[in-house]
């Protein structure tokens, strides 16, 4: 069973820090590209980044280019996003979500729980 | 990056069938591949139900179907049931490496 567990999420002040980590587990992890995917309560979702199977392709959205930074670790199964200079309209839930191919495409097929930051003062 | 243009909600009976569009550009929507469909049900994550413009994920019900036409795509629901009732989002390339969603459309199931 396909399994994504983020982590990380909280309560931040504004023009901090916070990383958030994805566990995966219950498939091949350096098969495929992973993403970042952010929802503002009531809002739709946004894509934030993704990243392909062997690091080799990244990609931001403009919201968050050179802010956030996505990685990965395929020898522990984890996808990472660093978001630097949190602003208030970074608040949201953050999913992490397993691409169907090693290249990023527009095709999420497994998605986490998500994660709640929250950036306020 | 550009947008994909959704309308903001569709109605429809139990049994009918409803369309929910997504219009994009032709690097995007119009790159038929490069066009996927997303349900939610509130407080719940995203699942997807449509990829690559037609194509349905193992478990999606046959009712959901996806077609093209130009730059807009289109998601059908067959034989509506009380449970389709969520938003749907599309998805789709926006150029220079980024992705970016539509907006959203709340199916209503009267």
């Known amino acids: 069973e396909v399994q994504l567990v983020e982590s990380g999420g909280g309560l931040v002040q504004p023009g901090r820090s916070l990383r958030l980590s994805c566990a995966a587990s219950?498939?091949?992890?350096?098969?495929?590209?992973m993403h970042w995917v952010r929802q503002a309560p009531g809002k739709g979702p946004e894509w934030v980044s993704g990243?392909?199977?062997?690091?080799?392709?990244?990609g931001y959205a403009n919201s968050v280019k050179g802010r956030f930074t996505i990685s990965r670790d395929n020898a522990k199964n984890s996808l990472y996003l660093r978001m630097n200079s949190l602003r208030a309209e970074d608040t949201a839930f953050y999913y992490c979500a397993k691409d169907i191919s090693r290249g990023p495409t527009v095709t999420f097929d497994y998605w986490g729980q998500g994660t709640l930051v929250t950036v306020s003062s | 990056q550009s947008a994909l243009t959704q309308p903001a909600s569709v109605s429809g009976s139990p049994g009918q069938s409803i369309t929910i569009s997504c219009t994009g550009t032709?690097?995007?929507?119009?790159?038929?591949?490069?066009v996927s469909w997303y349900q939610q049900h509130p407080g719940k994550a995203p699942k997807l139900v449509i990829y690559?413009?037609?194509k349905r994920p193992s478990g999606v019900s046959n009712r959901f179907s996806g077609s093209k036409s130009g730059n807009t795509a289109s998601l059908t629901i067959s034989g509506l049931q009380a449970e389709d009732e969520a938003d749907y989002y599309c998805?789709?390339?926006?150029?220079?490496?980024?992705?970016?969603f539509g907006g959203g459309t709340k199916l209503t199931v009267l």
């Open positions: 219950g498939f091949t992890f350096d098969d495929y590209a």
């Open positions: 990243i392909s199977w062997n690091s080799g392709a990244l």
């Open positions: 998805c789709s390339y926006a150029g220079s490496s980024t992705l970016v």
């Open positions: 032709s690097s995007g929507v119009g790159s038929y591949y490069l």
């Open positions: 690559e413009g037609s």
